[in-house]
């Protein structure tokens, strides 16, 4: 395939365009303002499961030097709640001078608390008269179900069945180093609030919820984002910030979790277990799978890896979301999938065994053919090209067919460890399409510069993404195209929610589309300038642009600048949607309006597609697992801003390594505390744990009708991917390793073995 | 072996627990992160110039009265000698210290980090908070040319000291060396630890102009990245791949 070139997209000198901001300090997150004018917030949690709050004392807090407010469900209402549905709850906030104060005044907060019978395992609550938990009416469960052909019929067609259950899968917690936190005050009765969140314009109307105030009193502001993406769509913590700067009479307040109680209660991947029931022919084809998935805390994403990736005619999905007296789970970076893929990687593998044929081929024999639609949809498509193209190039690279032996088999090493390699591929269902692509603008001024105006934080590569994108489409020099007014919601529209991996699946049309509108008014004010006035019959479909000048087609020597073309009009503003929210992601009717010249109902990509291979050496005696080798691809579409996606990608890769490996939350399933509240107690990796050379990567490009300039999101479905180093322990030691709702360190191996307990 | 300091400040707090985490960037750290870990559960009550520190882990219980003041970690062998110089201040201390090469004379609450005192009364806000307890290293800076955690260190303890921040290692327009290197690897993903990544690399570089990656991957180790990049970041440190 020929891929349309760039003039300024791709091109590696225009490099990333704040990233000095990073470098010296001066990126403001939600902390870094205000210095020495603001006081500051900390909340106290509660200590039990289930029940409701009897009492609050805080006179001796009140007493405290230093100690400005305290407030509760009573004087925030809409975000304190007098019923405790999980250990960890916020109940009371404290307003002080520093944080240090408030966060000691909070130990002398009396709460009591009517307690109730709780329910704090996952699999408990999928027993009969199991207690309810109180966060769902009636129930614990919220089903979900998916229908392809007919599994009973698939039955009759299976020369070879199995069932495997798959236990629950590794949960991690994902508290960013920069704790959840919010800056708010009041002029008047106008509020402001600052909170780093993926999603600006929704953080507003929450708020306006929250404090139920007219929307015009309310301005909202997020510039950078200290990570946690995928779940910084939190905006609770604005509300607690503006009740609490009300308490203090409108006084600046940051409200800041603890470290620990960031890891207690705000978002941790939910875990997944589920069982597979499969059928396939002897050569190794599929016929039918009957599955049922659970899912501690979510319902979200129930089948999108085993529809993307596979074919498999007869399909019946079932399974349910469980609630219960725990902190709630939710979305990660890679969202939905990375349980869901390694189920399915590991049930496939089992069922290859069984099959009597490696990893490699049933992979191959099943996974959807290059350019194959969607088997349930006709308007939507999936990476399939991708998807293969990653799966071959990782397993080549890696020499994966030559290195591949029987589980636990001949592969002792010359150390005495074993050798072990695994395979894992999948198609996910976003860092194409957000859904939610919202609006951009771009603004022309009179001086020939081009503004890009975002209604969202601006988080890593974002900016230099949409400069990219506009500068391309404009016809403009990388540096003629600035980042505007950013993060606030009084100047931008509302560009959606910062997902699909740097603004690229989500903005990204939307800037490209505001681009293409605001060329078009600059081309009409071009024409009635010299010297393409003189031009008789010119319209401005007789007009490109190139390096900053506008140009007449039939003879590219009469050109003008952007300048020139400005000169004398006021600026000029190109707005732009993108993906219509019921559009994409779901393929519910393809594209709801047209966009790039594409008519309505244009089937859309809805994927992101990776493939890992991992290579490992296992020390049967300490249970240590070492990464020798680690080869990734993933689908890039069009690779805009080179280093960016690297960065992106890279990270996803080595994510997928703290996942398998690291990870790990305690639990107290007495009370459904998390007792690994601490970084040190999470077993985050650190640099001791990656070696560079060993990481191989390798982007995948493409053309994708549907994305902007080709490009979409990268660095989410490789986050999933983290399947293939549990592969490689299976393949080294002849034993699955159960991740037991957490990361498979030394003591899961050694259990696996049989030499501990 | 028991270690005798003297620092000429009254004290208030159980952060001076900290004291002698020092807290020096790197593998080193390992110690202090227990001893930050201990610290986190903690209740500490004030009754005139005495203050009670109980801590509920593995420490023990701490009892520091009025003037001189000694403070025993339990389980360690340090032992911290706190003389107040001023009584007038009360549990304030005046420090002199240099940050960025500019001079301070600042007058400082006993129980704030230096962390706090450069982000909340010098601006200087390039210096994270993370975890404030000395697990991520997102707070470090140089002291003497030593990368440090600022989080684990008391603003009266920095009288007399160089302090560089991330806002210090350039004029913010030039980048300096190592700014550069994550410039030109775009080593950043959310930024959010980046600041503290470039304070241990610098201090890596002015200990040890050329580093292997192992070097690097040691020097780094007391960091966390939540984002992960640290292929990229060792890289660019070590300015290959
Ligand atoms: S080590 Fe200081 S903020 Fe984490
Ligand atoms: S780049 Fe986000 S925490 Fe390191």
Same mark, same amino acid.
């Given at each position: 395939?020929?891929?349309?070139?760039?003039?300024?997209?791709?091109?590696?000198?225009?490099?990333?365009?704040?990233?000095?901001?990073?470098?010296?300090?001066?990126?403001?997150?939600?902390?870094?303002?205000?210095?020495?004018?603001?006081?500051?917030?900390?909340?106290?949690?509660?200590?039990?499961?289930? $029940?409701?709050?009897?009492?609050?004392?805080?006179?001796?807090?009140?007493?405290?030097? $230093?100690?400005?407010?305290?407030?509760?469900?009573?004087?925030?209402?809409?975000?304190?709640?007098?019923?405790?549905?999980?250990?960890?709850?916020?109940?009371?906030?404290?307003?002080?001078?520093?944080?240090? +104060?408030?966060?000691?005044?909070?130990?002398?907060?009396?709460?009591?608390?009517?307690?109730?019978?709780?329910?704090?395992?996952?699999?408990?609550?999928?027993?009969?008269?199991?207690?309810?938990?109180?966060?769902?009416?009636? +129930?614990?469960?919220?089903?979900?179900?998916? +229908?392809?052909?007919?599994?009973?019929?698939?039955?009759?067609?299976?020369?070879?069945?199995?069932?495997?259950?798959?236990?629950?899968?590794?949960?991690?917690?994902?508290?960013?180093?920069?704790?959840?936190?919010?800056?708010?005050?009041?002029?008047?009765?106008?509020?402001?609030?600052?909170?780093?969140?993926?999603?600006?314009?929704?953080?507003?109307?929450?708020?306006?919820?929250?404090?139920?105030?007219?929307?015009?009193?309310?301005?909202?502001?997020?510039?950078?984002?200290?990570?946690?993406?995928?779940?910084?769509?939190?905006?609770?913590?604005?509300?607690?910030?503006?009740?609490?700067?009300?308490?203090?009479?409108?006084?600046?307040?940051?409200?800041?979790?603890?470290?620990?109680?960031?890891?207690?209660?705000?978002?941790?991947?939910?875990?997944?277990?589920?069982?597979?029931?499969?059928?396939?022919?002897?050569?190794?084809?599929?016929?039918?799978?009957?599955?049922?998935?659970?899912?501690?805390?979510?319902?979200?994403?129930?089948?999108?890896?085993?529809?993307?990736?596979?074919?498999?005619?007869?399909?019946?999905?079932?399974?349910?979301?469980?609630?219960?007296?725990?902190?709630?789970?939710?979305?990660?970076?890679?969202?939905?999938?990375?349980?869901?893929?390694?189920?399915?990687?590991?049930?496939?593998?089992?069922?290859?065994?069984?099959?009597?044929?490696?990893?490699?081929?049933?992979?191959?024999?099943?996974?959807?053919?290059?350019?194959?639609?969607?088997?349930?949809?006709?308007?939507?498509?999936?990476?399939?090209?991708?998807?293969?193209?990653?799966?071959?190039?990782?397993?080549?690279?890696?020499?994966?067919?030559?290195?591949?032996?029987?589980?636990?088999?001949?592969?002792?090493?010359?150390?005495?460890?074993?050798?072990?390699?695994?395979?894992?591929?999948?198609?996910?269902?976003?860092?194409?399409?957000?859904?939610?692509?919202?609006?951009?603008?771009?603004?022309?001024?009179?001086?020939?510069?081009?503004?890009?105006?975002?209604?969202?934080?601006?988080?890593?590569?974002?900016?230099?993404?949409?400069?990219?994108?506009?500068?391309?489409?404009?016809?403009?020099?990388?540096?003629?195209?600035?980042?505007?007014?950013?993060?606030?919601?009084?100047?931008?529209?509302?560009?959606?929610?910062?997902?699909?991996?740097?603004?690229?699946?989500?903005?990204?049309?939307?800037?490209?589309?505001?681009?293409?509108?605001?060329?078009?008014?600059?081309?009409?004010?071009?024409?009635?300038?010299?010297?393409?006035?003189?031009?008789?019959?010119?319209?401005?479909?007789?007009?490109?642009?190139?390096?900053?000048?506008?140009?007449?087609?039939?003879?590219?020597?009469?050109?003008?600048?952007?300048?020139?073309?400005?000169?004398?009009?006021?600026?000029?503003?190109?707005?732009?949607?993108?993906?219509?929210?019921?559009?994409?992601?779901?393929?519910?009717?393809?594209?709801?309006?047209?966009?790039?010249?594409?008519?309505?109902?244009?089937?859309?990509?809805?994927?992101?597609?990776?493939?890992?291979?991992?290579?490992?050496?296992?020390?049967?005696?300490?249970?240590?697992?070492?990464?020798?080798?680690?080869?990734?691809?993933?689908?890039?579409?069009?690779?805009?801003?080179?280093?960016?996606?690297?960065?992106?990608?890279?990270?996803?890769?080595?994510?997928?390594?703290?996942?398998?490996?690291?990870?790990?939350?305690?639990?107290?399933?007495?009370?459904?505390?998390?007792?690994?509240?601490?970084?040190?107690?999470?077993?985050?990796?650190?640099?001791?744990?990656?070696?560079?050379?060993?990481?191989?990567?390798?982007?995948?490009?493409?053309?994708?009708?549907?994305?902007?300039?080709?490009?979409?999101?990268?660095?989410?479905?490789?986050?999933?991917?983290?399947?293939?180093?549990?592969?490689?322990?299976?393949?080294?030691?002849?034993?699955?390793?159960?991740?037991?709702?957490?990361?498979?360190?030394?003591?899961?191996?050694?259990?696996?073995?049989?030499?501990?307990? | 072996?028991?270690?005798?300091?003297?620092?000429?400040?009254?004290?208030?707090?159980?952060?001076?627990?900290?004291?002698?985490?020092?807290?020096?960037?790197?593998?080193?750290?390992?110690?202090?992160?227990?001893?930050?870990?201990?610290?986190?559960?903690?209740?500490?009550?004030?009754?005139?110039?005495?203050?009670?520190?109980?801590?509920?882990?593995?420490?023990?219980?701490?009892?520091?009265?009025?003037?001189?003041?000694?403070?025993?970690?339990?389980?360690?062998?340090?032992?911290?000698?706190?003389?107040?110089?001023?009584?007038?201040?009360?549990?304030?201390?005046?420090?002199?210290?240099?940050?960025?090469?500019?001079?301070?004379?600042?007058?400082?609450?006993?129980?704030?980090?230096?962390?706090?005192?450069?982000?909340?009364?010098?601006?200087?806000?390039?210096?994270?908070?993370?975890?404030?307890?000395?697990?991520?290293?997102?707070?470090?800076?140089?002291?003497?040319?030593?990368?440090?955690?600022?989080?684990?260190?008391?603003?009266?303890?920095?009288?007399?000291?160089?302090?560089?921040?991330?806002?210090?290692?350039?004029?913010?327009?030039?980048?300096?060396?190592?700014?550069?290197?994550?410039?030109?690897?775009?080593?950043?993903?959310?930024?959010?630890?980046?600041?503290?990544?470039?304070?241990?690399?610098?201090?890596?570089?002015?200990?040890?102009?050329?580093?292997?990656?192992?070097?690097?991957?040691?020097?780094?180790?007391?960091?966390?990245?939540?984002?992960?990049?640290?292929?990229?970041?060792?890289?660019?440190?070590?300015?290959?791949?």
């Amino acid at each position: 395939m020929t891929l349309p070139v760039f003039n300024v997209a791709g091109k590696p000198e225009n490099h990333d365009c704040h990233i000095k901001e990073y470098l010296t300090g001066k990126a403001d997150y939600t902390g870094d303002h205000m210095p020495g004018r603001k006081l500051f917030g900390a909340m106290k949690h509660a200590t039990i499961a289930h $029940g409701t709050i009897k009492s609050i004392d805080a006179t001796k807090a009140l007493n405290e030097t $230093g100690v400005k407010a305290v407030i509760t469900y009573k004087e925030a209402p809409t975000v304190l709640n007098q019923t405790i549905l999980y250990w960890g709850q916020p109940v009371v906030g404290i307003v002080a001078d520093d944080w240090y +104060t408030a966060c000691r005044a909070i130990n002398l907060v009396d709460v009591t608390y009517d307690e109730l019978p709780s329910i704090t395992e996952a699999d408990e609550a999928l027993k009969p008269g199991a207690v309810l938990s109180g966060k769902r009416e009636g +129930t614990n469960l919220a089903p979900a179900s998916f +229908t392809r052909g007919d599994v009973d019929a698939g039955r009759q067609q299976a020369d070879i069945e199995l069932e495997t259950i798959q236990p629950w899968t590794t949960t991690y917690q994902h508290s960013p180093i920069e704790s959840y936190q919010a800056l708010a005050w009041w002029i008047g009765d106008h509020l402001y609030v600052y909170q780093g969140s993926q999603n600006l314009h929704g953080n507003k109307s929450a708020v306006v919820n929250y404090l139920e105030m007219p929307a015009n009193k309310v301005h909202c502001f997020a510039r950078y984002l200290g990570g946690g993406h995928g779940a910084r769509l939190s905006n609770w913590e604005s509300g607690i910030a503006a009740f609490m700067s009300k308490a203090v009479y409108g006084l600046p307040v940051l409200f800041r979790e603890t470290k620990k109680h960031n890891m207690l209660f705000h978002i941790r991947q939910y875990e997944v277990k589920s069982t597979y029931k499969w059928g396939a022919k002897n050569d190794g084809s599929l016929v039918y799978l009957d599955a049922q998935n659970w899912v501690n805390g979510s319902g979200a994403g129930m089948s999108t890896v085993m529809r993307t990736t596979w074919i498999i005619p007869h399909v019946k999905w079932e399974g349910a979301g469980i609630y219960i007296n725990v902190p709630d789970r939710g979305s990660w970076r890679c969202v939905a999938d990375p349980p869901f893929a390694l189920n399915m990687t590991m049930a496939m593998d089992k069922l290859a065994e069984k099959l009597n044929i490696s990893p490699y081929e049933i992979r191959r024999k099943n996974m959807m053919p290059v350019d194959m639609p969607d088997q349930d949809s006709p308007y939507r498509y999936w990476g399939s090209k991708e998807v293969n193209e990653c799966f071959e190039t990782v397993a080549r690279e890696s020499g994966y067919t030559s290195k591949w032996h029987a589980p636990g088999q001949n592969n002792k090493r010359t150390d005495g460890r074993l050798h072990g390699i695994g395979i894992h591929c999948h198609t996910d269902s976003h860092g194409s399409v957000a859904g939610t692509s919202m609006a951009g603008i771009v603004l022309m001024q009179p001086d020939g510069t081009a503004l890009i105006e975002a209604g969202c934080t601006k988080p890593h590569n974002s900016p230099t993404m949409l400069v990219h994108f506009t500068a391309e489409t404009l016809g403009m020099k990388y540096e003629d195209v600035f980042v505007g007014d950013w993060g606030n919601s009084d100047t931008t529209l509302n560009s959606g929610s910062h997902g699909g991996s740097a603004f690229t699946g989500a903005g990204g049309s939307a800037f490209v589309s505001a681009a293409r509108d605001c060329r078009a008014k600059v081309f009409a004010a071009a024409i009635t300038k010299t010297p393409l006035k003189e031009i008789a019959g010119i319209t401005v479909d007789d007009l490109d642009a190139k390096d900053s000048e506008i140009f007449y087609k039939p003879d590219p020597t009469k050109r003008i600048t952007f300048r020139t073309a400005m000169n004398g009009t006021p600026p000029i503003a190109g707005y732009g949607t993108g993906w219509a929210a019921a559009g994409g992601g779901t393929g519910g009717g393809g594209l709801q309006r047209p966009l790039f010249g594409l008519p309505v109902g244009t089937a859309v990509n809805a994927q992101s597609a990776a493939a890992s291979v991992a290579e490992v050496a296992v020390d049967t005696d300490t249970g240590e697992v070492e990464i020798l080798g680690h080869w990734n691809a993933t689908g890039c579409g069009r690779v805009i801003f080179y280093e960016g996606v690297m960065s992106q990608f890279g990270s996803g890769t080595e994510l997928q390594i703290a996942q398998a490996l690291y990870y790990g939350d305690v639990y107290d399933y007495a009370t459904g505390a998390v007792i690994g509240s601490q970084f040190t107690e999470t077993q985050l990796p650190t640099t001791m744990d990656i070696r560079p050379s060993r990481h191989n990567l390798y982007p995948i490009e493409g053309d994708d009708h549907s994305a902007p300039l080709g490009a979409h999101g990268i660095g989410e479905p490789v986050v999933g991917s983290y399947a293939c180093i549990l592969s490689a322990i299976y393949n080294a030691i002849g034993v699955w390793v159960d991740p037991d709702h957490g990361a498979c360190n030394p003591d899961k191996v050694l259990k696996a073995l049989g030499k501990a307990t | 072996m028991s270690e005798e300091k003297e620092v000429k400040k009254p004290h208030l707090s159980r952060r001076e627990f900290l004291k002698d985490a020092g807290l020096i960037v790197g593998g080193a750290t390992i110690g202090s992160i227990a001893l930050a870990s201990a610290c986190n559960n903690d209740t500490t009550t004030v009754a005139g110039n005495t203050v009670t520190t109980t801590v509920t882990q593995t420490v023990g219980t701490v009892t520091v009265p009025a003037g001189t003041t000694t403070i025993t970690q339990p389980g360690s062998t340090s032992v911290v000698t706190v003389t107040p110089d001023d009584p007038s201040l009360g549990d304030k201390s005046r420090i002199n210290l240099t940050v960025n090469g500019r001079a301070y004379n600042l007058t400082v609450p006993n129980h704030l980090s230096l962390a706090w005192i450069l982000r909340e009364e010098l601006g200087l806000f390039g210096t994270k908070i993370g975890c404030d307890m000395g697990q991520c290293g997102a707070c470090t800076i140089l002291v003497d040319d030593v990368a440090i955690y600022s989080c684990v260190m008391l603003a009266c303890e920095a009288d007399g000291k160089k302090v560089t921040t991330v806002e210090g290692l350039s004029d913010g327009i030039t980048l300096s060396p190592i700014q550069q290197k994550f410039y030109d690897k775009e080593a950043v993903q959310c930024g959010y630890c980046t600041p503290g990544f470039l304070m241990a690399a610098e201090g890596l570089l002015k200990a040890n102009s050329n580093p292997t990656e192992d070097d690097v991957r040691l020097a780094l180790s007391g960091h966390l990245c939540m984002c992960q990049n640290f292929r990229k970041t060792i890289s660019a440190v070590i300015g290959g791949v």
